[in-house]
């Protein structure tokens, strides 16, 4: 009698997609410091997939030539902006921590100041503290300065993925289609949650950085704060921190105000600050960024912090949709293995 042979065909797939996995992780380990260079492709060619299809398919334009065009939009839109905003604080934050007279000075009016204050008085405002503070600080500034080299780099990958992603836009979706094992409305789901998060967070958090830190700005100098374009600046790029927020930058401008002997002008600062730089995230999330997508805030607070330790930067898009793919992905389950489907599957067997 022989023995009843093993179906070798669950074996052979479970070994295929072992090899592919493997062969992910080892692609994926190696070009790990090319990561947000495609990660700001992927951001980018989502940005510009409607209108680069419709100028490409609709008015017949040249593919190639196309994506120059907004390879070139890029640079001067996002690219060098950025790089002014960064060639502009860096030397503004190396003076500042270089200046330490002038720090100790700022920070024993604000210690004395705060000694007999309620809830200030608590804070730990000792001469260890704050030298505690400017090392950690000043850590940072190496960094940043090693990484300029890093960021060229995936710039230029950005450009050059981004070139190749939009010229074969059309096959390369239809492949990764393919690749997916789901059914048309999973797949209509998972690019859809993608679409929006990149959206909702690769404008939305600009647009938010970019009005609180002018009206900041503005504040500022109305209240006769000294270097108030860097600080309305950093206020700006804080509206990245969760929680948080504007306030880790206003907060303590005000206290050094008011320390300053100022107190008209602290108090209307903190007034101004608290309900027109606050307020304006409320104003921006009902209006402008609500168009964009109605992201619930959970996910982008704790989304935001994820992303920040995985990806750096790009993680204020990406990790909010790392975040979102796990309720994405059990509708895709529910889709595909709930009983909802399994109803219908039993309802097209009958017919």
């Known amino acids: 009698m022989r023995a009843k042979q093993i179906n070798n065909t669950p074996i052979n797939q479970i070994m295929l997609i072992l090899i592919i996995l493997l062969i992910c992780i080892l692609i994926f380990k190696n070009l790990l410091y090319y990561l947000p260079g495609f990660l700001g492709a992927i951001t980018l060619y989502i940005l510009f997939r409607s209108s680069y299809f419709s100028l490409t398919e609709g008015r017949k334009w040249n593919k190639s030539l196309t994506s120059v065009m907004y390879i070139l939009i890029s640079i001067v839109f996002i690219v060098l902006p950025i790089w002014a905003i960064v060639d502009y604080l860096a030397p503004q934050l190396s003076t500042f921590l270089t200046n330490t007279d002038r720090m100790v000075d700022q920070f024993n009016l604000v210690k004395e100041y705060m000694k007999d204050k309620p809830l200030l008085k608590d804070i730990d405002m000792s001469d260890e503290a704050l030298l505690a503070f400017v090392q950690r ?9 090693n990484s300029v080299v ?18 074969h836009g059309k096959a390369m979706e239809k ?32 647009i938010l950085g970019i009005c609180q830190g002018l009206v900041a700005m503005l ?3 109305i209240f006769g704060v000294e270097n108030f374009v860097l600080l309305g600046v950093l206020t700006g790029v804080a509206s990245i921190v969760p929680v948080l ?3 880790t930058i206003y ?6 105000v008011l320390a300053s002997g100022e107190t008209a002008s602290g108090i209307g600062l903190a007034i101004y600050c ?13 209006t402008i960024l609500k168009t964009l997508g109605n992201v619930p805030p959970m996910i982008t607070v704790f989304g935001v912090l994820l992303g920040l330790n995985m990806f750096g930067m790009l993680g204020l898009i990406f990790g909010p949709l790392i975040l979102s793919s796990v309720g994405v992905l059990i509708k895709v389950y529910s889709n595909e293995f709930g009983r909802q489907s399994i109803d219908v599957f039993t309802q097209e067997k009958e017919e």
Do not use: H
Not at 251 to 256: F, K
């Open 274 to 286: 608290f309900f027109l730089v606050g307020g304006i995230d409320n104003i921006l999330r009902f």
């Open 245 to 247: 927020g504007t306030m």
């Open 251 to 256: 907060v303590p401008v005000t206290i050094m």
């Open 175 to 206: 492949a990764i289609e393919r690749a997916i094992p789901f059914s048309v409305r999973s797949k209509n789901e998972i690019w859809n949650e993608v679409n929006l998060m990149v959206r909702s967070n690769a404008l939305g958090i600009p």
């Open 137 to 145: 600080l000043t850590r940072y500034i190496p960094n940043i300065v």
């Open 150 to 167: 890093e960021v060229v780099i995936n710039v230029v990958v950005t450009l050059f993925v981004l070139y190749f992603m939009q010229v």
């Open 219 to 221: 504040g500022y100098w």
